[in-house]
């Protein structure tokens, strides 16, 4: 789950693809949609990642923190979100159709780690 504030105060949160490059979430939005507009008016976001543990019970973690735009997004920053979630093949067709040009990449760096336990 992605939330960022929005400039009247209230918060939005959606539901997002997300891949951790071991330094940033990157996350991947349509230019000039709230979720863009917001996050570079906030300057600053949060992702939520639920998972489950060995045990089967649930699991979650909270990372805040600021937002980078990378604009204009790559065919290879979208084929690496899209391979984690459906494989290398459904990636490359995915890409291969085009869409990555209306397309930015949110960079979120955790400054704030909130686990679920702890």
């Not at 330094?23 to 863009?36: A, K, M, T, W, Y």
């Not at 600053?44 to 649930?58: D, S």
């Not at 899209?82 to 990636?91: D, K, L, M, N, Q």
Request: glycine share 10%; proline share 7%.
């Amino acid at each position: 789950m992605f939330a960022v504030v929005r400039p009247d105060g209230r918060a939005h949160a959606t539901p997002l693809w997300f891949r951790w490059d071991g330094d940033d979430f990157n996350l991947i939005v349509e230019r000039g949609s709230p979720r863009h507009s917001w996050s570079v008016a906030a300057g600053r976001a949060a992702i939520c990642i639920e998972a489950t543990g060995a045990a089967g019970e649930l699991d979650f973690v909270t990372a805040e923190g600021p937002v980078r735009v990378v604009d204009p997004l790559t065919a290879e920053a979208r084929y690496q979100l899209w391979e984690r979630y459906v494989g290398p093949e459904r990636a490359r067709e995915a890409v291969g159709r085009g869409g990555h040009e209306t397309k930015v990449l949110l960079l979120l760096r955790p400054e704030t780690w909130i686990p679920s336990r702890g």
